[in-house]
């Protein structure tokens, strides 16, 4: 497992360290879930940009969309 150091100003620190505590978690889990959240929401956005991109405009309503899963 590898270890990441992170340099922040000792105001800084104590808010982290205190959402962490009213998270219930360690601070590593608390910044770890904050990576891979970025991480998730920057993927989230690229794949809607290219949906944007790809969107040729056609809209179906809810009983079009049913119909074609025969619901």
Same mark, same amino acid.
């Given at each position: 497992?590898?270890?990441?150091?992170?340099?922040?100003? *000792?105001?800084?620190?104590?808010?982290?360290? $205190? &959402?962490? $505590? +009213?998270?219930?978690?360690?601070?590593?889990? +608390?910044?770890?879930?904050?990576? +891979?959240? $970025?991480?998730?929401? /920057?993927?989230?956005?690229?794949?809607?940009?290219?949906?944007?991109?790809?969107? *040729? !405009?056609?809209? &179906?309503?809810?009983? /079009?969309?049913?119909?074609?899963? !025969?619901?």
């Amino acid at each position: 497992m590898s270890t990441m150091t992170m340099r922040i100003d *000792d105001v800084d620190a104590a808010v982290v360290r $205190k &959402y962490a $505590k +009213f998270e219930g978690k360690t601070i590593s889990d +608390f910044i770890r879930d904050a990576v +891979f959240e $970025k991480i998730e929401t /920057q993927d989230d956005l690229a794949a809607l940009r290219a949906a944007v991109e790809e969107d *040729d !405009g056609t809209r &179906y309503t809810h009983a /079009q969309v049913l119909a074609e899963l !025969g619901l």
